[in-house]
């Protein structure tokens, strides 16, 4: 039973792979502004869109970090005497700035094709030691910082129908897991976002991209770490470390080929398939796919489960222990 369930999925994950373009969709002189460009996942795409002829715009708050990072984009560029590639600084948590500085930069460099919201970070930590304030941070860049420059972007793109945006969820975006309570909250609120304009735009002509990166070799990522309990780090260490250029390649392909969901490896496919939802609906042969194997998907992420489940009973079970002997060592 179980093999007559896998044969669709891996025949399924293998035609997706081979017939997974090998290149970049021509976006010659198209404007790609990215925010969140001055590092990390953001910086990769920002090099990668230079890479392909591309306009590019990143956008980010601190300026050293923003020229170091064209210096880079620049040397990847490829046709620099006719290739724009600029940066602005601006907290996207402003929207008044935010919506003043798309408008300006598309009076200078031209209209916007696409808009990758990258810029957010994530704090781990148990619930109750959250501060009021890291609450408000992380709702605020997570979230308000992805709802403000959409908001900004969609009367243009309306207006030429046309054009791409891209927010970029993660992993925990659709699933919930020890450490991640705010920063997830504030990940699954995209996919709300990401589902309802994508219904908005669709007859205007314009896609909309979830990108779910797992864990990727960021500066962020180890600004992360650095929060993560011990168990929120054995949990992470369950999944693979991914090079930001090659999260980079596939968001944006995912993104010009209209795809609504872009993840990467195989815990990327048993997640986006087992929670696709009432997510939007492309191909019909994906659909049949998907439906055969989702029972068996679910079988799958049960055994996640309980291996996660058993790292926390784990820690949790040395940590009373240590208790037990600090007191026991004060008291004799
Ligand atoms: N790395 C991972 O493992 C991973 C996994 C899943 C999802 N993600 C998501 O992927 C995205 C990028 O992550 P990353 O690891 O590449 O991050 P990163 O290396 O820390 O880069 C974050 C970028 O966002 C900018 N930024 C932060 N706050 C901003 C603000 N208020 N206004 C404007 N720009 C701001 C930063 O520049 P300034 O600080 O100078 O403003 C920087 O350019 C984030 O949304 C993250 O949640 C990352």
Redesign the pocket.
């Known amino acids: 039973m179980v093999i007559f369930l896998l044969i669709p999925c891996i025949i399924y994950l293998l035609v997706r792979k081979y017939f997974s373009k090998k290149d970049i969709k021509n976006v010659a002189n198209k404007h790609i502004v990215v ?9 990769s795409i920002a090099q990668l869109a230079a890479k392909n002829n591309a306009h590019v715009t990143i ?4 300026i050293d ?2 020229t170091q990072a064209i210096d880079d984009i620049r040397k990847c560029s490829v046709n620099l005497s006719e290739q724009r590639i600029s940066y602005v600084s ?4 402003n929207f008044e700035d935010i919506e003043n500085n798309l408008c300006e930069i598309e009076e200078t460099i031209g209209p916007i094709y696409m808009l990758v919201n ?5 704090v781990c930590g148990e619930m109750e030691n959250f501060s009021v304030n890291q609450i408000k941070s992380l709702i605020n ?2 979230i308000l ?1 992805t709802i403000y420059p959409i908001k900004a972007i969609i009367p243009k793109f309306k207006q030429r129908k046309e054009g791409i945006i891209v927010l ?4 925990v975006s659709l699933f919930g897991m020890y450490g991640y309570s705010i920063y997830s909250s504030c990940k699954f609120a995209l996919r709300g976002l990401a589902e309802s304009i994508h219904m908005e735009l669709k007859p205007f002509g314009v896609t909309v991209t979830l990108a779910l ?4 070799d ?4 180890h ?1 992360e770490n650095k929060t993560k309990p011990i168990e929120t780090s054995k949990i992470s260490a369950m999944g693979t470390l991914y090079d ?1 250029d090659e999260v980079a390649k596939k968001i944006l392909q995912d993104a010009l080929d209209g795809n609504f969901f872009s993840y990467i490896g195989f815990n990327g496919f048993v997640l986006t398939t087992l929670c696709k939802g009432f997510s939007p609906v492309r191909n019909f042969i994906q659909i049949f796919v998907e439906s055969a194997v989702i029972g068996l998907i679910r079988f799958i992420s049960a055994f996640y489960v309980v291996q996660m489940q058993k790292i926390v009973q784990h820690c949790f079970d040395e940590k009373e222990q240590k208790k037990k002997e600090q007191s026991k060592n004060k008291y004799s």
């Open positions: 925010i969140g460009g001055s590092s990390g996942i953001g910086k956008i980010a708050r601190n970090k923003l601006v907290d996207v948590t990258c810029a957010g970070f994530a860049i997570n910082g970029t969820g993660s992993l990166p797992p864990d990727t960021t500066p962020g990522f600004e930001p």
